[in-house]
């Protein structure tokens, strides 16, 4: 069965550093998302992509954040100098498009900021 | 705005019994799903059963069923016979579809007694 993938599956880093969390959505899906979940907190919205563009964002999704899809298959999120309150749980998802309105999550990237 | 309230944050069953998780929402939106997502420690999420709004049958999933009154915008999960596995934190989501992000409830903390 198709899948989302994500890795790192736990990445550290200084406060101040950039990271790149990538991930590759299932073949034929159009549709590309990121979420964010503090550890003991909600999932949260961050950003879906479609068409090789941003769609949405939510106002979490400040300047600090980019995303792109810089082949066929890579998802990335970057996040530009890093802060403590980075550290979260960050799942990428896609969906084919069409219904159902089902959205496949991948098995998250903890990043953990020191 | 679409909102997911969860209102029990912690459930105790015991094993072989049955639970119901409940949720309630609100939505502008006329067409969409809502579903019930499960992550254990882990903290992979995991798609347990899902509902179209257009649809008034009740879905059901082998243990899993839902109770979902659309006029009321409730929409709850009953898990019969409860398993060890089935341990975890449920989330009540609302998808309107395209480009817009899952908006997900708080979470109800599972816990199956043996």
């Known amino acids: 069965e198709p899948e989302v993938t994500q890795t790192p599956s736990h990445q550290v880093t200084q406060m101040g550093q950039e990271v790149i969390l990538r991930c590759v959505p299932i073949?034929?899906?159009?549709?590309f998302y990121w979420y964010r979940q503090i550890l003991g907190q909600k999932v949260e919205f961050l950003v879906s992509?479609?068409?090789?563009?941003?769609?949405?964002k939510s106002e979490i999704f400040d300047d600090q954040f980019s995303v792109e899809r810089p082949d066929g298959s890579n998802f990335t999120l970057k996040i530009r100098s890093t802060k403590l309150e980075d550290s979260a749980m960050y799942f990428c998802?896609?969906?084919?498009?069409?219904?159902?309105?089902?959205?496949?999550f991948g098995p998250g990237t903890r990043l953990t900021v020191t | 705005a679409q909102t997911v309230t969860q209102s029990q944050p912690e459930m105790s069953v015991q094993e072989a019994e049955t639970v119901t998780l409940s949720c309630t929402y609100d939505?502008?939106?006329?067409?969409?799903?809502l579903f019930w997502y499960k992550q254990p420690p882990s903290r992979q999420m995991i798609l347990v059963i899902r509902?179209?709004?257009?649809?008034?049958q009740n879905a059901t999933e082998n243990r899993f069923s839902v109770n979902f009154q659309k006029a009321a915008k409730s929409f709850s999960l009953k898990i019969s016979d409860s398993q060890l596995g089935d341990a975890a934190m449920y989330f009540c989501?609302?998808?309107?579809?395209?480009?817009?992000?899952?908006?997900f409830g708080k979470g109800t903390h599972l816990i199956i007694q043996p």
């Open positions: 998802a896609s969906w084919a498009g069409g219904r159902p309105y089902e959205q496949y």
């Open positions: 073949s034929n899906h159009l549709y």
């Open positions: 992509f479609y068409n090789n563009e941003i769609s949405e």
């Open positions: 939505t502008s939106e006329s067409d969409y799903y």
């Open positions: 509902q179209e709004a257009y649809k008034q």
């Open positions: 989501v609302h998808s309107g579809g395209g480009a817009d992000g899952l908006t």
